[in-house]
Every structure is written in structure tokens, then in C-alpha cells.
């Protein structure tokens, strides 16, 4: 059995394969994501989202743990759960653009009904039902429902999960007052991997899942 992972950053993705698991960061680029696992498809029996996102559920805080309600079997979330106690179920969101404003979140709570918001779980998914491939998406929340993404961090974004330094820096200078909020996102974004990382520790991603898969779905 061959997972292979979809992500956002490039540090999530050399978490994974730390961990030994084909990983493909996207970084919210729909033709870069694709075309990787598309790459990476041979020999592949499960597809798995993982990294960062936003809270779009105001009850959930940085470093919460959210398993997608709906994209594997339920005796499959269920070992999962067992092996996450503190982690919980709900809907998770992929969106093209990143939701920056607290309003924003608001609304595509209102609209959709999810949890968290992230960039690459609908593209990966999208790709795991062209190929008939079970799915399954976990994210770690960075940002809360309450809070706003500065504009200095989004111009670091690069599409494919890089990050462009200069750009921030030049951002910053542009606009310095954004720089209390843009170390705040820093740190929770930093707390969130560390949390992330732990994940990957505990699910022994490769054997556990491996055992569960063949076992449950």
C-alpha cells in the first residue's frame, strides 16, 4: 500500500516524509498540486490532506486538531480518533484564496457550514475520485475564526507552498504597524506545526494507517 499526501507548505511537506510517505506540496496552486500527484499517482491507495488551516468554527482554537467528517469510512475516522482522543470531527473547506479577513470566515461559515478552511484538501480530493482513490483530510487549526490574516503574510505566499521573504519585508515596511500581527501569526502558525508534528508522530503514519486501511474501509 502507497499513501500519498497533499499539503500546503513545503515544511509540511518534509514532515512527511520524514515519516516515509510520498508528500506533495501545493500551497493553495491547483495545477502545481495536481500535476505532483499526478507524478507521484503509481502504485497510490490512499490519499491523505494534511497541514495547517483556518478556524472557521469560532469554538475552535490554535492547535486543534480537525478530521474531515466526510471524506473516508467511519470506522476508519473512528482508529484515527482512537489514536487522536483530543482530536475531533467536523468539515473542512478548501477554498482557491486565502480567507484573510475576519468577515470573510464569517461568511463562508454561514454559507458552508465548515469548521476549518484550507487550500489544497479540495483539490486532492478532486483528484482522489477522478482516480478512484480513498480520501481523507486532517488539519491542525493556525488561525482562529477571530482572527485576521495581515497582509505581510500573505505576500510571503508563493504558489506551490514556498515562502518569499523579501516580499514580507517589503510589505512590512510599507505598512509597518501590521508587524504585532504578523508575529502573532508566526507564533501560532509555529504552534500549530509543532502540533502537526505530533500528529505524524502518534498516527506512526505509514504502519497505522497502513493496518486500519486494510483492515476497516
Same mark, same amino acid.
Not at 25 to 38: C, F, H, I, M, R
Given at each position: ?10 515544511s ?26 499526478e507524478?507521484?499517482i ?8 494534511t ?12 492547535? &486543534? ?38 468577515? &470573510? ?8 457550514r465548515? &469548521? ?8 486532492a ?9 480513498p ?6 487549526v ?11 503574510a500573505?505576500?510571503?505566499?508563493? %504558489? ?15 505598512? %509597518?504597524?501590521?508587524? %504585532?500581527?504578523l508575529?502573532?501569526t ?32
Amino acid at each position: 500500500m502507497s499513501i500519498l499526501a497533499a499539503t500546503g507548505l513545503q515544511s509540511e511537506a518534509r514532515l512527511l516524509g520524514r515519516y516515509g510517505l510520498m508528500a506533495v506540496a501545493g500551497g493553495g496552486d491547483k495545477t502545481t498540486l495536481a500535476s505532483g500527484l499526478e507524478r507521484q499517482i503509481a502504485g497510490a491507495t490512499l490519499v491523505i490532506s494534511t497541514g495547517l488551516g483556518g478556524a472557521l468554527n469560532p469554538d475552535l482554537g490554535i492547535g &486543534d486538531i480537525v478530521i474531515d467528517a466526510g471524506t473516508t469510512s467511519n470506522a476508519f475516522i473512528a482508529a484515527l480518533l482512537n489514536k487522536l482522543p483530543e482530536a475531533c470531527q467536523g468539515l473542512i473547506h478548501g477554498s482557491y484564496a486565502p480567507l484573510a479577513t475576519i468577515a &470573510d470566515k464569517a461568511a463562508l461559515r454561514f454559507q458552508s457550514r465548515a &469548521d476549518v478552511v484550507d487550500m489544497e484538501s479540495h483539490i486532492a480530493a478532486e483528484f482522489a475520485a477522478r482516480h478512484g482513490i480513498p480520501f481523507l483530510a486532517l488539519r491542525v487549526v493556525s488561525d482562529t475564526a477571530h482572527d485576521a490574516i495581515p497582509s505581510a503574510a500573505l505576500a510571503g505566499m508563493i %504558489p506551490g507552498g514556498g515562502v518569499a521573504p523579501l516580499a514580507v519585508i517589503n510589505e512590512l515596511r510599507r505598512r %509597518p504597524m501590521q508587524l %504585532p500581527a504578523l508575529l502573532r501569526t508566526a507564533i501560532n502558525a509555529a504552534r500549530a506545526m509543532r502540533v502537526l508534528d505530533r500528529v505524524y508522530r502518534r498516527l506512526d503514519l505509514v504502519r497505522n494507517i497502513r493496518e486500519h486501511f486494510v483492515d476497516m474501509v
